[in-house]
């Protein structure tokens, strides 16, 4: 079972700082090694980690800002840029480039308009590349958010992203 600091935090059309960190202090003591949990937490509010919250999570915890940025900086699963409602991970490994990941990959890229580490412009999707899955045996597949999908070719993908946006126009009408 998940602790309360793991608990989701309501945030707004915009990410509320010193609101999120009225929630944080309550669950935290603000000992230095808090630091990579605190990270977590705010990430998972916001999607991202913006720069006045780390700036925050250093005051709390009595850091510099310099190690809290370090820290953030060093492991690969935080981000510093907001991402959009989907991720699409695009293998990239040998078993799926072999069976064509890189035109997928293309044909994405051109249906977005949006390269891997972008977000489109509606806020929706967010595209990644991932060096291997290890769902060799399914080339070439891409993950969105959690789910995955194997042995995809380009109109596979596109009626995937087609349905993904049909299901956000029916919840926005």
Same mark, same amino acid.
């Given at each position: @079972? ?19 960190? $009225?929630?944080?202090? #309550?669950?935290?003591?603000? #000992?230095?090694?808090?630091? /990579?949990? &605190? ?42 840029? =907001?991402?959009?409602?989907? /991720? ?10 072999? #069976? ?18 972008? @977000?489109? =412009?509606?806020?929706?999707?967010? /595209? ?11 080339? =070439?597949? &891409?993950?969105? $958010? ?6 995809? $070719?380009?109109?596979?993908?596109? #009626?995937?992203?087609?349905? /993904? ?9």
């Amino acid at each position: @079972m998940e602790q309360a600091i793991y608990q989701e935090l309501p945030v707004g059309s915009g990410p509320d700082i010193e609101g999120l960190f $009225n929630e944080i202090s #309550k669950g935290f003591k603000g #000992k230095p090694d808090e630091l /990579i949990p &605190m990270l977590q937490r705010v990430q998972r509010a916001l999607g991202f980690l913006p720069e006045q919250a780390l700036l925050e999570i250093a005051r709390h915890t009595g850091l510099s800002a310099a190690r809290v940025f370090g820290t953030a900086t060093f492991y690969a699963q935080f981000r510093f840029q =907001p991402v959009g409602k989907y /991720i699409i991970r695009v293998c990239r490994g040998t078993a799926c480039h072999v #069976k064509g990941s890189y035109r997928l990959l293309e044909t994405i890229e051109d249906y977005l308009q949006a390269t891997p580490g972008q @977000m489109t =412009p509606d806020g929706l999707f967010t /595209i990644e590349t991932v060096a291997c899955f290890g769902c060799c045996a399914l080339a =070439p597949i &891409m993950v969105v $958010n959690d789910s995955v999908y194997g042995s995809l $070719n380009r109109s596979k993908a596109l #009626k995937l992203l087609d349905e /993904i946006r049909g299901r956000e126009a029916g919840v926005h009408s």
